[in-house]
């Protein structure tokens, strides 16, 4: 069992940076390949970024390319997403999730656990 909890989701106005942790309890967080995704108002839970247990894959989606990076610490069990450059359309609440799935994925249905969310809110 994996519990996550997210933090960091503020006001923030446009082009300006922020940072995300998801601090994950559990013995086994290193095995974890962990993602982040988000949701905007009325639309779907998108796929953000993800990445291995080892840190050593990453996927990231188009719409935030050059702009979110996603790390991990595992001997703080806590994954970040970096987030620069931001613009209005990346308001949305966002989730931390994970799965025991050895191969890092981009897909909503293969994690098994996920936070409550954390509020970004992008201004123009």
């Known amino acids: 069992q994996v519990q996550l909890a997210e933090s960091g989701g503020v006001l923030v106005q446009s082009v300006g940076s922020l940072r995300l942790s998801c601090a994950a309890s559990?013995?086994?967080?290193?095995?974890?390949?962990m993602a982040w995704f988000r949701q905007a108002s009325l639309q779907e839970r998108e796929f953000v970024e993800a990445i291995s247990w080892s840190g050593g894959v990453i996927y990231y989606a188009d719409s935030v390319k050059g702009r979110f990076t996603i790390s991990r610490d595992n001997a703080k069990n806590t994954v970040y997403l970096q987030m620069n450059s931001l613009k209005p359309d990346d308001t949305a609440v966002y989730y931390c999730?994970?799965?025991?799935?050895?191969?890092?994925?981009?897909?909503?249905?293969?994690?098994?656990?996920w936070g409550q969310g954390t509020q970004v809110t992008v201004s123009s």
């Open positions: 559990g013995r086994t967080f290193s095995s974890y390949t």
């Open positions: 999730a994970a799965t025991s799935r050895g191969a890092a994925t981009t897909m909503r249905r293969d994690y098994d656990y």
